[in-house]
């Protein structure tokens, strides 16, 4: 099954509209919101995201998408825009396989 069936199965959409989404999240709650220019795009860096707006993302896409409560390790590796969206995406899959 691929990654895109799979987040259709969960969420009833795309597997691009699910990054949509995130990216409309992310740009929503970003402090700095002219830095979205890509997906690469970084949280800190570019979008002056720091740690209590990091915590309200997370918990906002947990939400979003009921989602497990991110572990700490996973947290440190997320970096960028695309990170956010992989790790959602990948989560979702995820759970539709198991």
Excluded: C
Aim: glycine share 4%.
């Amino acid at each position: 099954m691929s990654d895109s069936l799979a987040v259709s199965t969960i969420d009833g959409r795309s597997e691009q509209e699910v990054r949509d989404t995130i990216r409309a999240i992310v740009l929503e709650l970003a402090p700095n919101q002219e830095g979205l220019t890509s997906d690469d795009v970084r949280l800190a860096e570019d979008l002056e995201y720091h740690s209590l707006a990091l915590l309200e993302l997370a918990f906002t896409l947990e939400d979003q998408f009921d989602l497990l409560p991110i572990d700490e390790e996973t947290a440190r590796r997320i970096e960028s825009l695309k990170d956010v969206q992989d790790h959602v995406v990948q989560e979702l899959s995820e759970r539709a396989a198991g």
